[in-house]
Nanobody, 126 residues
Framework: DVQLQAFGGGLVQPGGSLRLSCTASGLTFGDYTIGWFRQAAGMEREGISSLNTGMTRPNYRDSVKGRFIISRDTDKNTVYLQMDSLKPEDTAVYYC???????????????????WGKGTLVTVSS
């Protein structure tokens, strides 16, 4: 049974930082593209970052480029999303998900991803 879990969310002031973590049981992250997504209240879920299995093609939504970094610790089977210079518009529930679409796949559309974890709430507010 595959289970993913995102954690590390919380309340942070504008300009602050958070690091989200995604862990999994039942699958090895090294065999999957891992994506980070978020869904703000009343909005559709959007992809913000992904990392292909070879870790050669990190992908970022324009609105987070230069502020967010995705990484993977293969030994710990954990994927991270370092979020810096946070803005109020980054407030959302953040999810991680896994897709098995080949070594080079790094898409951000939620429909490509098969396995989803429960989200973690990030609130950016003063």
């Amino acid at each position: 049974d595959v289970q993913l879990q995102a954690f590390g969310g919380g309340l942070v002031q504008p300009g602050g930082s958070l690091r989200l973590s995604c862990t999994a049981s039942g699958l090895t992250f090294g065999d999957y593209t891992i994506g980070w997504f978020r869904q703000a209240a009343g909005m559709e879920r959007e992809g913000i970052s992904s990392l292909n299995t070879g870790m050669t093609r990190p992908n970022y939504r324009d609105s987070v480029k230069g502020r967010f970094i995705i990484s993977r610790d293969t030994d710990k089977n954990t994927v991270y999303l370092q979020m810096d210079s946070l803005k109020p518009e980054d407030t959302a529930v953040y999810y991680c998900a896994a897709a098995n679409l080949g070594r080079e796949f790094n898409g951000l559309a939620p429909s490509w991803y098969n396995y989803w974890g429960k989200g973690t709430l990030v609130t950016v507010s003063s």
